[in-house]
């Protein structure tokens, strides 16, 4: 039997199939690209060619997104992403004590002991130093973002850039590369300035002792990695599937809960038609902004709403 | 005179039968929106902390409703409490709005004879006789005092009920019940009525619920709309809750022990350890119930505050030295009229799990 896990986040969508040993059968990553539904089908298109739905026995849904995937595909657990993370890190060593994760939007520190979180903190106010910003960086300085961090690793003298925010930061780097520094430095400093921005941010107060996972889409650029190895002055370890950890989390929440019934609705719901629309609903002055989910103009579902009113869950 | 007063959780229940019996006009401002939120925000500073925006929303919906006078207490207090009322009126005043302020400040601050000049000027608008306003004052006392304590039975049974939403339901039904009627007495007698509802409502003391302490700045906490109702997102989740401030705590310590000296002397007793002095709000009530409520056996604490208060910065980095000796969770959550439900709510549910999967730990190894 297998289990599903699917990660849907503010740039990426993450669909794993783990067996019961918790490997990593099956993995597809994809651009969430603001669809979130379009990019699950899309996934399951990969997937059904070499997964049946009857070898599915449970489903696993985390991110941003969890929700409307969890409505969408029928899922069995729905968690956040700080508790699949954290799970996911404990399933590949029981020894890890400080999780740093860094996503499209957000970035997060958990902390463990004894195989347990005992804190955990994310990004409130500021998302500089995440995936987003790395990727625009990348694309204005026209160096593909799979190439950052070797980019980072070849510079000699880093350039020390302001990190403090992320539009600054961007203003630094340009003036920077107008004095003529090496892109390469710029990069590598720039590196620096996110790591210390994260240490000084998110990480602020917490205790970071090793074993130390660094997992999320940065976990990619070997520049943050060795910046975080330089600031902590400790070994940081990458796992295999750094991009997907969510997902393998949400994958082997739904192993443990041994259902017998899983409510996954299949693989085929990749070729069916679903629309999204939006109203601004005026029951209160609340104004709440509903989401409907249709499907073969049939409403199967409603989002969004505080009191109940559409989706019917228990009213405030 | 028609007055109005600013929201916060059940402050309208008490200060509606109030003036219900003193037969004075009033205006409950429409209860908290995206619109008041939105309203507020425009005619407040940007860098001002989330409660006076939406107290600013509240006066202009009540005064687009004819109301022409607001009360409010004050606080001559070290936060920014205590310059909300002159702020707001100079605002109120330079938008054009003709209306009187009736600031309630304690006798500490302005003297016997002025408090008792301001409260003349609403009580001198009531026809009726001196027995009958101190009656209304009792049983408005009363009256709050018997539906914050009906929430927090409902906040405390919710993580034990059989029905899932019972407690929820039950706590709404009554509040808008006590809406439709005008009469104190009547009011006093549905909530004696829902209290023994809530008293029957099925429970299961076997089931043994993540319970909760929330605790920090005292507007936030109370008022649902400013902590994205929290407590309902809490009571969904099966989780049982404990919030010691209240309206009626509030003027039970403040108005009433505060000649004493006695205010919150339990909670300010505990919080001695860390922090001796009163930093202004409720900045030590914070860390002092953070104390208790380890000691009480709670699974963990939330401390709730709008961004840029004071007193609770200052509690906010006391609270991992609370954590750490007593090894009890606490999670700080910041408010403001920016903040994201999404990551909010993500927030709260992975300290949820953290207390879960912390209990089984603990379990599993006995």
Known sequence: MYYLGIDVGSVSTDIVVIDENYNVVESVYLRTKGRPIKAVQEGFKYIKEKIKTNEIAGVGTTGSGRHIAAFLVGADVVKNEITSHAVAALSLDK????????????????????????????????????????????????????????????????????????????????????????????????????????????AKGKDIKSKIFFQ?????????????????????????????????????????????????????????????????CSGCSNLCEVAVIKCEDKVIGYFGDRCGRHSGKVAV | ???????????????????????????????????????????????????????????????????????????????????????QMKILKKLGKNLDFVVLDLPSDIGFDELKRRINKISSQSPKPKKEKYMALVNAYRIIGLIDALEAKAHDRAGYELNKGECKGLLNECKKKLLETNDPKEAISILKEYHKKMDEVKISREKKPVRVAIIGEIYTII???????????????????????????????????????????????????????????????????????????FDGAIQIFPLGCMPEIVSKSILPSISRDKNFPILSLVVDEMTGEAG???RIEAFIDLLERRRRYVLSRN
């Open chain 2, 1 to 87: 005179m028609k007055v109005t007063f600013p929201h916060m959780g059940n402050v309208y229940i008490g200060a509606k039968f109030l003036m219900d019996g003193l037969g004075i006009d009033y205006v409950i401002p429409p209860f908290n929106s995206k619109r008041a939120l939105e309203i507020g925000s425009l005619y407040s500073p940007e860098e001002i902390c989330l409660p006076f925006k939406i107290m600013m929303g509240n006066y202009i919906e009540s005064i687009e409703r004819g109301a022409d006078t607001i009360i409010l207490t004050g606080s001559c207090g070290p936060c920014r409490f205590g310059e909300y009322a002159e702020l």
């Open chain 1, 216 to 280: 999320g889409g940065v976990a990619a650029n070997k520049g943050m990695k060795r910046a975080f190895e330089e600031a902590l002055g400790c070994e940081v370890f990458v796992p295999k599937h750094y991009n997907m950890m969510g997902a393998i989390g949400a994958a082997i929440l739904a192993a443990e809960r041994q259902i017998k019934w899983t409510n996954f609705k299949g693989f085929e719901i990749a070729d069916v038609k679903y629309e999204t629309a939006s109203f601004e």
């Open chain 2, 344 to 346: 909010y709510q993500t």
């Open chain 2, 223 to 297: 008022e649902p709309f400013s902590n994205l109702y929290i407590e309902d997102k809490l009571m969904e989740m099966g989780v049982s809750i404990k919030r010691t401030l209240s309206p009626s705590w509030w003027v039970y310590n403040t108005v009433i022990l505060s000649p004493f000296g006695l205010t919150a002397k339990k909670i300010r007793d505990a919080a001695k350890e860390y922090l001796p002095l009163g930093v202004g709000g409720h900045g030590q009530e914070c860390v002092g119930e953070a104390v208790l409520s380890s000691e009480e056996g």
């Open chain 1, 95 to 202: 020894d890890v004590r400080t999780i740093i994760e860094i996503g499209g939007q957000d970035s997060k520190i958990i902390t463990l002991e004894n195989g347990m979180i005992t804190d955990f903190a994310m990004n409130t106010v500021c998302a500089a130093g995440t995936g987003s910003f790395l990727d625009r960086q990348a694309e204005r300085l026209e160096i593909p973002i799979e190439e950052f961090g070797d980019y980072a690793l070849r510079s000699k003298n880093p350039v020390r850039i302001a990190g403090r925010c992320a539009v600054f930061a961007e203003s630094d780097m340009i003036h920077k590369q107008q004095l003529g520094f090496a892109v390469e430095d710029i990069i590598r400093g720039l590196c620096e300035a996110l790591v210390r921005n994260y240490l000084n941010n998110v």
